[in-house]
Structures are given as C-alpha cells and as structure tokens.
C-alpha cells in the first residue's frame, strides 16, 4: 500500500465554497438559492459545512444573510454545519443561529494579520480567546483557522515552529477541537505539507486537523495527497473550485470539491461522498454566481463519461479492413 | 527521502506547446515568431523540444511551416529536437529538416486508432515500421508515442496489457529509443500512473521512457509525482499550458511547463530548467496565440514572488500596538 493507492482509507471532505467561495463573489447570491444549494450539499455526504461568516454585513455584503440561512437550511444530522466568527459578536450570532461548531481565524503572519485584521496576533490570539469562551459557555465547540500557514504574501516564508506555536496555544491554552491549517494565497507546496502535517498529526493525535488549499499555482491535489501520506484525512474544498486569490486575479481559488473527490475516489480512497449529486450541485453555480467556475470535472466530466463513436465509425472500420480506405492522418480529435 | 522531497533527483523535462499546442490553436503563429519562441524555449534547460509535426498542411494548417521552423531555429547541442511525423512522407520532410529524432504515433485503443487515423492499431504498427526503417537508414532514433494510453473517451478503459504490449512490439521489433505514454484525454489517475509506470520501467529499463499528461480533469501534477515515484523521469510538458482537448471544450491541455518546474523544483527535484527564462517565455504566448494561457504560474507567480505590505502598514501597526486603532476585520484581502 502507498499513497497512490487509498486501499479503502477514510478521507473526510468539508466543503466551504458558501463561505471562502460566495465571499469573494461580486454579486449577492439570493439567499432562497443559499440555502437551497447548501441543502443538495448537505445530502452529498460532505463531512461538514462552512455555511457562512457572522462578519460585518457592510465588510462582506455578500454574506450579509448568514443568520437566515444558517437557520433556515435543513439539517443533515450526519454533517457538521460550522460557521466561520472573527469576534464576539460574531460568535453571539452564529450560536444565535444554533451553528454546531465556530470557526476561529487569524494568520500565522503578523503582516497579514495586522493588514487583514488591524490586530496584532497576540491581540487576535486575546480576543478569540474571549471568542471561545463564549462558545464554551454555549456547549459548541471552536476551530482554529490560520491563515498564511504556508506563506505570507507579503513576508514570505512562514516557519514551521511559528505555526506549530500559534497551534499549539491554541490546543493547549484554549481547547480548540481542530485546528485548520490555511494555504490562503496558494503558496504551499508538497515536501512542506508533508513535513507541517507530520508534526501536527505527531503532537496532537486527538486534535481535528483540517487542511485547506488553494489550487493557485496549481498544486492542490498534490498538496492533498502529501498530507493524506503524512496522516492527515481532513480537507477542506470548494464547490466548482470558487473563491478567488486577490493577489492573482484570474488564478483558481480553492481546491476543487468534484476534482478533489473525483481523484481521490478514483485512488481508492472513501471520501464518503456521492460524486453525482456533488457534481449536480455544482452545475448550480454558474446562473448564481454569473460565471463559468474553474472545475475541471463541471467541463470535461468523470473520467469514465464516454463520448459515442463517429457515425460513420462500422462504415470507416469496414472499409478500413478491407483496405479500401485510404489512411487520413487528420488527427481531428487529438494526437498527443 | 520520500516522493515528496525530490533530494535533487534528475527530471528531464520536454517542451511539446509548440506542436501539441499550436495543433489546435485556432489561428496561424507567426513562422518568425515561432523559431524566435522556440530559440528562447532551447536556452532554458528543456532537455527536448518537439519542434513541430510533419503532418499534411491541409489536415493541419497551424503547422504548415515545419519545414521552414525546424531549419531555420537555433540548435543548442544540448537539446534534442524531435518532431511528430505520421508516416513516410513525414519521415522523409522530417529527416530533410534535419530532425534530431522522429516521434511516431498511434493510439493504443483500436477505436481511437480507427476514427483518428483510419487504421488498424495492426495497419497503423505495420506503416510506422517502415518509417522506422527510414529512420534508421538516415541514422536517427524514433521514439513512439501511444495516444490513449490510459484511457479512451470512446471504449473507456484502456487495459495495462494491452499498452505494454503495444510497446513492446516498439521496443523489441523495432528498436525505438523511446516510449511515451499518452494521456490523450486526461484519464490518467495516479495509481493506474504508478501500476504502468512501474511495470515499464521494470521490463525496459533501457528504453527511454516518457510520460504525456493532460491536466483535463486536474491531475496532472499529481499523475506526474507518481510516475516519478514509480521510477519515470522525463516529462511532456506544455509552455502556459496550451493545447485542449476537443472532449473537453474549456478544459486544460497539457501539463504546464512552467506549473510542473515550479512544483518540481520547490520539491527538490533537479529538473535543470531556468524557471525565471521558462516563464519569460510563457508571457510571450498570449500575443501570438490571440488568447490568456492556463498558466497559474503565470497568472500568480512564483510561491516567493511577494507582494508590498500596504502604504499605511507602519502607521496601521503603530496605532494597533498602541491600542488606538479599532480591529477593523474587513478581509479586504483573504480569510481563509
């Protein structure tokens, strides 16, 4: 057995493309179609489900509805439904909301968080900490997402030990239920993955370690597969590949959730989810979004969609046995 | 070492965007923008360069100059430059061309053979031998691309017997220096890519063998990772990306160049190819080709090309470290 090879292993799949992705979105998605998307996906077998962001409504107008469609979509009881907070009112509202878990941001860069958040990390790191306090108080349990845990944009190189730091207070000062290692511009790569994952699988066994990827540059599935070797099986993706990278316009933004199954599955791995009806929720985005997504798999299908035979395939194949058909080398379909 | 850390292992990587790509461009390059493309491509450190096709200016008007190109670009004795060529009249314009090696083609799934070429796998195996026999009389190696090696979009699976028996009637009957595996269609999922790999690699361990990727479905890096694990070495890749898949409307072409050196590369693999001249040549693509590439790399960047903190950073850090600045978590940038 190797990592090519999934031998049946179990790999949980939590989509956020209603959160990372609709975000970053120019247009307001209606929240009737909100919740109707986040209802397909709920029966897709998707581990959990970032729904929303309780965030300013005037920071992020696209996201504005999160307490109606937190409350309105129908519950599946085998999915997570989370809900990224940034603050104490935040976590007032998403607990309002009966989310089942809050997910908590801030960077591992300090330029980042400072550019981002107008916050110190030690003053993020405070203020989160009231964040979980109260989520404990309501009996839900937080994640910690860190964003640039693979590079900053603007510093570069993010050393392991900062992350493992910010983790580790966290687990241990805070009781984080996960940890969620963010790749927010893209930047990870393989060999890194492998090494960060294997030092947060060794240090908090018990600990829900997610990792989300961005396929900026390209790497995403690789950037998966180096964790799932190194002992990860928890991923976080985005229906259709949606959210963006403000720092590469045009580039992909989150990993893909089809393309992510669609490979893994095709590995032998058990994601648990029906690629069919994730493939149909995904066919759903473009009239709500007004755009044609990255996803690989929306355009050219599974692997095993086939296409017919030409029309006059038994007449050329005739003919062609019987020589009488001269060889056309016009290479219409594809010759590499 | 593992995969994921390349310990500066050798990669051999081949250009093939200006034959693979250029083929299904929907308008003509330039003949002087071509050669000045691929004298720009020969100092980068590409191993080989498939300069163009020798195939009928009819079938194929985008690649009606190879003559022309295959002469009149500069040789850098490092590089091999090889060209497709069909049949013998191809042979014979590409030997005239002084052509370093001959790529011949046929498609290792009957059906495919049949629609794109008109022949039997059996007719298209018995004409190639005798561009072979040409080759040889001329001194030049031939290397034999097998299109659909895994995979067909007609017949769908593409059993790894029947593929190694192809190749081996190219390697044991007619010598050919080089195999290259097709993923015509992007069909290639990693552990077919290491089962086939391996079983290659152990029965001609002298056969230069290549693997051909289409990142049609958003496997190509992953597929390119196990082929090396599995003992490959040398890669197909195209410049930006270029080159579609007509079963795919919208879909990637072929591997990326300079997506593959860049991940490659941060691995720790060796793969000998300037990136930074590798993506300069990549830029000069959307002019000629009237269109943006699929790049990431060239929409995003190198992991490390950094961007500036904002204009007001020191005095937004000034006024947060002194606690006069509210936390302002507008995600201007990116939260996840």
Redesign the interface.
């Known amino acids: 057995m190797?990592?090519?090879?999934?031998g049946r292993r179990r790999v949980y799949m939590q989509e956020?493309g209603t959160?990372?992705g609709f975000?970053?979105e120019g247009i307001f998605v209606e929240t009737r179609d909100k919740i109707a998307l986040i209802d397909m996906l709920s029966k897709t077998g998707m581990a959990k489900i970032e729904v929303t962001?309780f965030?300013?409504p005037q920071?992020?107008p696209a996201l504005r509805d999160a307490e109606i469609v937190l409350r309105e979509i129908e519950r599946n009881p085998g999915v997570i439904y989370t809900a990224?907070v940034?603050?104490v009112r935040g976590a007032e509202r998403a607990i309002d909301a009966h989310a089942d878990e809050l997910n908590l941001?801030m960077s591992a860069s300090e330029?980042?968080n400072?550019?981002?958040?107008?916050?110190?990390r030690d003053?993020s790191f405070n203020?989160l900490k009231q964040v979980a306090a109260i989520a404990r108080d309501a009996g839900l349990p937080v994640n910690i997402?860190l964003?640039c845990a693979f590079?900053c944009?603007?510093?570069?190189?993010v050393s392991a030990s900062t992350v493992l730091e910010w983790a580790e207070r966290f687990v241990e000062e805070i009781g984080s239920r996960g940890v969620t290692l963010?790749d927010?511009?893209?930047?990870a790569?393989?060999?890194?993955?492998?090494e960060l994952t294997s030092q947060c699988v060794e240090r908090w066994p018990q600990t829900e370690l997610t990792l989300?990827f961005?396929?900026?540059?390209?790497?995403?599935?690789?950037n998966v597969?180096?964790a799932i070797?190194a002992g990860a099986n928890r991923f976080?993706a985005s229906l259709g590949g949606i959210?963006g990278?403000?720092?590469?316009?045009?580039?992909?933004g989150?990993v893909?959730s089809e393309?992510i199954v669609?490979?893994l599955e095709?590995?032998?791995y058990d994601t648990g989810v029906d690629l069919d009806a994730l493939i149909a929720a995904a066919r759903c985005l473009p009239p709500l979004i007004g755009h044609?997504t990255p996803s690989?798999?929306v355009?050219?299908?599974?692997?095993?969609d086939?296409?017919?035979?030409?029309a006059d395939?038994a007449a050329?194949?005739e003919r062609?046995?019987q020589g009488k058909?001269?060889?056309?080398?016009?290479?219409?379909?594809?010759?590499?």
Chains 1, 2 share one sequence.
Request: one cysteine or more.
């Open positions: 190797n990592i090519w090879d999934g956020v959160r990372d975000q970053s962001a965030v300013s920071a992020i990224l940034p603050n941001v330029s980042h400072l550019s981002n958040l107008r916050m110190t003053q203020a997402s964003s590079g944009p603007m510093e570069g190189d963010c927010t511009t893209g930047m790569y393989p060999r890194q993955v492998a989300h961005h396929n900026t540059r390209g790497m995403g599935l690789a597969l180096a070797d976080d959210g990278c403000p720092y590469a316009p045009g580039a992909s989150n893909c393309e669609h490979a095709l590995m032998g044609d690989q798999i355009k050219a299908g599974r692997r095993l086939l296409h017919p035979l030409p395939f050329v194949r062609t046995m058909l001269k060889p056309k080398p016009h290479y219409g379909m594809n010759i590499g």
